[in-house]
């Protein structure tokens, strides 16, 4: 497994997730080539809860400011398998690297699977 996949895991151990019990991973390599990681932490509102890559990308944001820009992305759910969420890709898209060439990837089948967000949000509002 790949070291960004291997901390995204480890990220998902720390899932505030009491209710869905989806245990969320999520690591980010950014362009000035720092590592962030993050997890889903959930509310007894549920819609309040936020997801692991939306949380890491603003933790990124918090720490190198408003021009971060995503390289790589990797995201991981303990016992399951998905890629990011709608809500996800779109914010992912905000902070890409230009023409959404930011890669993501996820475990489809066990295996690793990587895709450009262009690719997983096609004709994207403000890409
Ligand atoms: O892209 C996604 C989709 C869902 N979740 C979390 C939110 C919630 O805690 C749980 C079930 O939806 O999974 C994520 O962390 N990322
Ligand atoms: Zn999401």
């Known amino acids: 497994m790949s070291d960004l996949l291997s901390q995204a895991r480890s990220a998902a151990e720390k899932a505030y997730a009491p209710y ?3 245990q969320v991973g999520c ?4 362009v000035a080539g720092k590592i962030y ?12 809860t936020v997801c692991a890559e939306r949380n890491t990308l603003f ?8 021009g971060m820009k995503v390289a790589r992305l ?3 759910c303990l016992g399951h398998e998905f890629p ?3 809500a996800c890709r779109q914010v992912i898209a905000e902070f890409s ?3 959404g060439r930011t890669e993501v990837t996820f475990l489809q089948q066990g295996q690793p699977v990587t895709r450009t967000i262009a690719e997983l949000l096609p004709e994207a509002f403000g890409l």
């Open 20 to 22: 869905s019990k989806f």
């Open 37 to 48: 990681t993050g997890c889903n932490v959930e509310n007894a509102s549920y819609g309040l």
């Open 74 to 76: 990797s995201v991981i």
């Open 97 to 99: 690297l230009p023409g």
């Open 27 to 30: 690591a980010v390599e950014t």
């Open 84 to 86: 990011p969420c709608g």
């Open 59 to 66: 933790q990124a944001v918090a720490a190198e400011g408003p």
